[in-house]
C-alpha cells in the first residue's frame, strides 16, 4: 500500500489554466505538507495542515490555495498558471508538526509543465 | 532557522562506507538532526535522526560531534541505490523540514 500517493504524476498544461493536484495519505497523520522543488532541485515548504487547519503558510502567490476536506487529504488548486510554476510538488505527512522528532513521508511527487 | 553546510557532491565505490558530513554550527539546543535522501525521481525519505548520542538504524548511522555544531551520516557499505541527494536537517519543533543544497552522492560500482 502506498502510505502518501499523488495524482495526477505528470501535468502539462497551458498558462492561464487552472489545475489541481490531489494528495492522500493511509498513515493516520495529522499534519499534511505540501513543497515545491524547482528547477534547481531547491526544495521549499509551501503549506502545511495540522486536521485540516492551515498551519503554516510560507510565502506562495495567493494563486496557490490549499484544501483539506479531511486529515487525510490535502489537494492543491492552482488558479491561472504561470510559466514559473513549473516544477515538482511533493504532498508529505508526519503525525504531528508539534515534535522535534517527527518524520515527514513524502509522495512520489507531481511534475507541472506550464507552457 | 540553523543553517547548514554540507559538500556538493562525494562519490563512493560499492561495498565501501561512505561518511557524509554536514555543519551545522548555528543550531540550537533543543533542536534534532535530521537527515532525509532524494533518490533519483522520487521524493525524499527519511534516514535517520539524532540528538547528542550516536544512532544507528537498518539504513545509516549518525555520528553528533559532542558540541553538536557538526554530524556525520555514515552508510556502511554503500551499494548503487544508496546514490542520491543527501540533506542534513535541524529540526524545530512546530516548523517544516527546511531543505539546503544536500550532497550528492554518486557510487560506482
Known amino acids: 500500500d502506498t502510505a502518501v500517493s499523488q495524482t495526477p504524476k505528470y501535468l502539462v498544461t497551458q498558462m492561464g489554466n487552472d489545475k489541481s493536484i490531489k494528495c492522500e495519505q493511509n498513515l493516520g497523520h495529522d499534519t499534511m505538507y505540501w513543497y515545491k522543488q524547482d528547477s534547481k532541485k531547491f526544495l521549499k515548504i509551501m503549506f502545511s495542515?495540522?486536521?485540516?487547519?492551515?498551519?503554516i503558510n510560507e510565502t506562495v502567490p495567493n494563486r496557490f490555495s490549499p484544501k483539506s476536506p479531511d486529515k487525510a487529504h490535502l489537494n492543491l488548486h492552482i488558479n491561472s498558471l504561470e510559466l514559473g510554476d513549473s516544477a515538482v510538488y511533493f504532498c508529505?505527512?508526519?503525525?504531528?508538526?508539534?515534535?522535534?522528532?517527527?518524520?515527514?513521508?513524502f509522495g512520489p511527487g507531481t511534475r507541472l509543465t506550464v507552457l | 532557522d540553523a543553517k547548514t553546510t554540507q559538500p556538493n557532491s562525494m562519490e563512493s565505490n560499492e561495498e565501501e562506507p561512505v561518511h557524509l558530513p554536514c555543519n551545522h554550527s548555528?543550531?540550537?539546543?533543543?533542536?534534532?538532526i535530521h537527515w532525509y535522501r532524494q533518490l533519483p525521481s522520487q521524493g525524499p525519505e527519511y534516514v535517520i535522526h539524532g540528538l547528542t548520542s550516536n544512532v544507528n538504524n537498518r539504513m545509516a548511522s549518525l555520528a553528533i560531534a559532542e558540541d553538536r555544531k557538526s554530524s556525520t551520516l555514515i552508510l556502511h557499505r554503500a551499494t548503487l541505490r544508496d546514490a542520491a541527494v543527501y540533506y542534513c536537517?535541524?529540526?524545530?519543533?512546530?516548523?517544516?523540514?527546511?531543505f539546503g543544497k544536500g550532497t550528492t552522492l554518486s557510487v560506482s560500482s
Open positions: 548555528t543550531i540550537s539546543g533543543t533542536d534534532y
Open positions: 495542515y495540522n486536521n485540516k487547519e492551515l498551519i
Open positions: 536537517i535541524p529540526r524545530q519543533a512546530g516548523t517544516a523540514l527546511i
Open positions: 508529505a505527512s508526519s503525525q504531528t508538526l508539534a515534535a522535534r522528532t517527527d518524520t515527514q513521508y
